[in-house]
């Protein structure tokens, strides 16, 4: 079996059942980010922005994932209809990331997520507190 046929059997998820936000103002800061950037980018067909999406980074591992609060993918399509988004098949990691802190997640977004941000290639991390 081809590894194409593998990752076709693969199940990646589209939700973990948590909550978008920690809190109200948390969902607020992420939703005006969210559309305060569609705006400002409405005119481009090539930037994807999204927020609190499920974000794979390992083809045929649904385990390697994240779901940011607030990213910005610079040429990928923002016409094509996902549920998730998948590093392999969109041929770039976000550009761009916000997370929005606090005190439950903030260790969490300054250790680890800033790591992986940097390894995927991420050129902007901001925690937004």
């Known amino acids: ?7 076709a059997r693969v199940v990646y998820p589209e939700s973990d059942g948590e909550p978008m936000a920690e809190t109200p103002i948390h969902g607020d ?12 980018y409405a005119d481009r067909d090539d930037v994807f922005i999204a927020g609190n999406m499920f974000f794979y980074y ?6 390697a994932s ?9 040429g990928v399509s923002k016409a094509k209809k996902r549920r998730v988004y998948k590093i392999w098949e969109e041929g770039r990691a976000p550009h761009f ?9 903030r260790l969490e977004d300054e250790g680890n997520k800033k790591g ?5 290639g991420v050129e902007e991390y901001v925690l937004f507190d």
């Open 1 to 7: 079996m081809s590894d194409s046929q593998v990752s």
């Open 29 to 40: 800061v992420m939703m005006d980010t969210i559309f305060a950037l569609r705006r400002r």
């Open 58 to 63: 390992e083809e045929g591992n649904p385990r």
């Open 66 to 74: 994240f779901a940011p609060d607030v990213f910005v993918a610079f």
């Open 97 to 105: 990331v916000l997370e929005v802190t606090s005190k439950k997640t």
């Open 116 to 120: 992986l941000y940097l390894r995927l």
